[in-house]
């Protein structure tokens, strides 16, 4: 079956999505998202597209999350960057708690956090509690547990609700881990998280077996170039289909394409 789409506009987003994508309206779109199914209801995959940075801000894992809520562990694939295109991930050197706040009432968070260069095939895995910031200019790929708490830290003056008690609390001052962020050739075939919380790999043409046995489970596939069919409906670039496994895909015409499935399908 093909997923559900929901277009959601945002302060940071752009009005010139790249193709396939369009722009319903003159909202500036920030994600585009695939409503998890059923079958798979902790995962959520989202395209986001920057013109503006987004909000300084830290996600909590399952035990630090309001009771009945997961946690948000998430990873990014970048699909696309323009010249000079920045990820803010982790501090340049540890930060206590009192330090943190303080950072946040007076905006120097901002340049507090490590902006790492960005360029497509950069892939990061943030753990909860990893202070971040995605910049302009950026089309990224986020994989994610499905729970939607953000805790804002710094907003560079927007009038939207920041949330510093409660992510002072969670969030982790210390440098990102270097062994977090890698580099994918968009020809490789790769399991990029292989976590608690869900399995994601790249698959370039049809999958071997060892990477067949990975998902073993419902999965969520994403093509990124070319197109698969799953029992006879086509998925094409820019969409996201589910299949009771990976067998039940046919990759004849698929050239890169993103498979999630949860972390406990072996």
């Not at 409503?35 to 209801?41: I, K």
């Not at 510093?164 to 982790?172: H, N, Q, S, T, Y």
Request: glycine share 10%; charged share 25%; with cysteine.
């Amino acid at each position: 079956m093909k997923l559900e789409t929901k277009a959601v506009g945002k302060v940071w987003g752009r009005r010139d999505l790249p193709p396939p994508f369009a722009v319903p309206g003159d909202e500036p779109i920030g994600e585009i998202w695939f409503e998890p199914p059923p079958e798979l209801p902790q995962v959520l995959i989202k395209y986001l597209f920057t013109s503006e940075k987004l909000s300084v801000q830290v996600h909590p894992d399952d035990a630090q999350a309001p009771a009945g809520e997961s946690g948000k562990e998430e990873c990014w694939l970048v699909l696309d960057a323009e010249p000079g295109a920045v990820l803010g991930i982790g501090f340049k050197k540890h930060m206590d708690r009192e330090a943190m706040r303080a950072a946040a009432l007076d905006g120097s968070i901002e340049g507090a956090l490590e902006w790492h260069p960005v360029e497509a095939g950069d892939f990061f895995y943030l753990p909860a509690g990893t202070v971040h910031a995605i910049g302009p200019g950026l089309t990224l790929v986020e994989v994610q547990q499905n729970s939607d708490i953000t805790y804002r830290l710094f907003d560079y003056g927007r009038p939207r609700e920041l949330h510093l008690d409660e992510g002072i609390a969670v969030a982790k001052g210390e440098p990102y881990a270097r062994e977090c962020h890698r580099s994918v050739s968009e020809t490789a075939t790769v399991t990029l998280v292989d976590g608690p919380f869900f399995r994601f790999s790249q698959i370039a043409g049809p999958p071997d077996a060892e990477m067949r046995s990975r998902h073993a489970g419902p999965v969520l596939a994403l093509p990124l170039a070319g197109s698969l069919a799953i029992g006879g409906t086509t998925i094409a670039a820019g969409e996201c289909g589910l299949a009771r496994s990976i067998e039940a895909i046919d990759f004849t015409r698929a050239e890169r394409v993103l498979v999630i499935s949860a972390a406990e399908a072996r």
